[in-house]
């Protein structure tokens, strides 16, 4: 079944297709030009709301998952948690200035769920939506366009206690709480996100238990991963039904497979992958259907009586934009895995598939691969074989082992050399025809990098926890000059050594 789909796009900053190969305002050579992005191309960044906010128990804010998470021993890295994270609750309106600075025409953040409804039911929290109140009003007074995501993963523990995403009732509380959100601010918020990153959610909150919740069943993953598609679905029906004028969408993230050989078994297992990690999403919200191959695969480990006929077509509604967070792609081998090697939780279904380490790719500190080109195939991909939508990259970005040196600098040459391989990977996907409206850099803000903790640094802006004082990274102050120039100069930046 293929969803009949309809533009929503009305008068809002997505409403014009890219014009491919304009020049930039100050492109000098033609070499420049080349390497122009479309005029009122959307230059951004993102955090999420617990990475980022502390201000944990303030103004009534409830517990999500990802508090009990951090505070059980052994759940993340050091022991860290989100209490504190950088403080942005009390010192949101210096990072906007910071945006300012830096130029963003857009600000990609979350919304804590417990501050809106601390046990995740129920009237709002008037404070939790005042402050979002103020943060939008501040991004506006900046000219930084507020991109506002509904859930980057911080689901209340009091629901979480009610079963979680597994429960289909949790996708009609997560529409309430969006309505909640939306009834608030829709006067002055014009893009719209449901979800960040379902997979992530479903398959590593409940499959391997890597994230939050940290559950390990895969029944449970199976049944989460089509709850959040439902609320996804019910939430982009009841936000249109209050207020049709803004652009609504969600997040996925995408980790391309790529068979490790021309051997059929691979090439099989590598079809599996990608299906149970970009298709079961992307299919579902684009074409109004699972594949077929995807639910042979889940059948495998799970009965599929949690799917109710009318959910594909909620589904599958309309979307006016997608984000895209792309960070590398994987090589995948069929199995079975070395003797005594953990199954592969995350692909129920697949579990024998074997990831194969790309040792001629450089590497982050996170020690994922850097492979520019994974984002134009994804790009041109998602083009080519997708019913169309207009595309944003809403997260790309890498972690590197910063520091700020003893005049307090913080020299970071890798992740200008990531980063302009990869505009230059999305400038190349829109010379080809790709509608990509935006780029959202991961992320503004050194952060609590989930079960790394504080020990994987993605930001442009360092952060020095002890003290909260941030500094501009060189990769800051370049890409000010990006966005100034909204393009790159003909020069690429060279690459990060391998190893990282
Ligand atoms: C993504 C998450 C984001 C951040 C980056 C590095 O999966 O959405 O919050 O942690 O990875």
């Known amino acids: 079944m293929t969803a009949a789909r309809e533009d929503h796009t009305s008068t809002t900053l997505l409403t014009e297709a890219p014009a491919v190969h304009a020049p930039a305002a100050g492109a000098e050579t033609e070499a420049d030009a080349a390497l122009a992005f479309p005029p009122k191309f959307i230059w951004g960044a993102g955090t999420a709301a617990y990475q980022i906010e502390g201000g944990a128990s303030d103004d009534g804010r409830g517990a999500s998952i990802w508090d009990t998470f951090s505070r059980t021993p052994g759940r993340v890295h050091n022991?860290?948690?989100?209490?504190?994270?950088?403080?942005?609750?009390?010192?949101?309106?210096?990072?906007?200035?910071?945006?300012?600075?830096?130029?963003?025409?857009?600000?990609?953040?979350?919304?804590?769920?417990?501050?809106?409804?601390?046990?995740?039911?129920?009237?709002?929290?008037?404070?939790?939506?005042?402050?979002?109140?103020?943060?939008?009003?501040?991004?506006?007074?900046?000219?930084?366009?507020?991109?506002?995501?509904?859930?980057?993963?911080?689901?209340?523990?009091?629901?979480?206690?009610?079963?979680?995403?597994?429960?289909?009732?949790?996708?009609?509380?997560?529409?309430?709480?969006?309505?909640?959100?939306?009834?608030?601010?829709?006067?002055?918020?014009r893009i719209w996100t449901t979800m960040n990153e379902p997979w992530c959610s479903a398959f590593l909150g409940y499959g391997s238990g890597r994230l939050a919740p940290g559950v390990q069943d895969p029944h449970q993953a199976v049944r989460a991963a089509h709850h959040l598609m439902l609320g996804h679905g019910r939430a982009i029906a009841a936000l249109r039904a209050i207020d049709a004028g803004n652009q609504l969408g969600i997040t996925l993230d995408f980790n391309p497979a790529m068979p490790a050989s021309g051997d059929p078994a691979d090439v099989e297992m590598a079809t599996r992958v990608d299906g149970l990690r970009n298709r079961i999403f992307l299919d579902a919200i684009l074409r109004g259907a699972y594949p077929a191959d995807v639910l042979r695969d889940l059948e495998r480990v799970t009965d599929l009586s949690h799917l109710r006929d009318g959910d594909q077509a909620v589904i599958g509604m309309p979307i006016d934009l997608?984000?895209?967070?792309?960070?590398?792609?994987?090589?995948?081998?069929?199995?079975?895995?070395?003797?005594?090697?953990?199954?592969?939780?995350?692909?129920?279904?697949?579990?024998?598939?074997?990831?194969?380490?790309?040792?001629?790719?450089?590497?982050?500190?996170?020690?994922?691969?850097?492979?520019?080109?994974?984002?134009?195939?994804?790009?041109?991909?998602?083009?080519?074989?997708?019913?169309?939508?207009?595309?944003?990259?809403?997260?790309?970005?890498?972690?590197?082992?910063?520091?700020?040196?003893?005049?307090?600098?913080?020299?970071?040459?890798?992740r200008i050399s990531f980063l302009d391989g990869h505009f230059r990977a999305a400038q190349r996907a829109i010379a080809a025809g790709v509608d990509l409206r935006g780029y959202f850099v991961w992320s503004l803000l050194d952060n609590f990098e989930w079960e790394e903790g504080y020990s994987k640094r993605f930001g442009l802006i360092y952060v020095d926890y002890p003290t909260q004082q941030r500094v501009l990274k060189d990769s800051a102050h370049w890409y000010r000059q990006v966005i100034a120039r909204n393009g790159l100069d003909g020069h690429p930046a060279p690459a990060p050594a391998l190893g990282g």
């Open 79 to 189: 022991g860290d948690t989100g209490d504190r994270a950088v403080d942005h609750y009390h010192r949101y309106e210096q990072d906007v200035a910071l945006m300012a600075q830096l130029g963003l025409r857009a600000y990609r953040f979350s919304v804590a769920w417990p501050r809106i409804q601390p046990d995740g039911r129920g009237p709002a929290n008037q404070h939790g939506l005042d402050y979002y109140r103020r943060l939008v009003d501040c991004l506006l007074d900046h000219d930084v366009e507020p991109w506002l995501t509904l859930y980057h993963w911080d689901l209340p523990q009091a629901l979480q206690d009610a079963g979680g995403w597994p429960r289909r009732d949790t996708a009609e509380r997560f529409a309430d709480y969006a309505a909640l959100v939306y009834e608030a601010l829709h006067d002055r918020v």
């Open 322 to 414: 997608l984000g895209v967070n792309y960070y590398n792609r994987a090589l995948v081998a069929a199995g079975p895995a070395a003797a005594g090697a953990a199954p592969m939780l995350e692909f129920p279904g697949a579990e024998t598939a074997v990831f194969v380490p790309q040792e001629n790719r450089p590497r982050t500190a996170r020690d994922w691969p850097v492979d520019p080109d994974g984002l134009y195939d994804l790009l041109l991909r998602l083009h080519r074989e997708y019913p169309p939508v207009p595309l944003a990259v809403t997260e790309n970005g890498a972690a590197f082992n910063d520091y700020a040196d003893p005049e307090g600098q913080v020299h970071d040459p890798d």
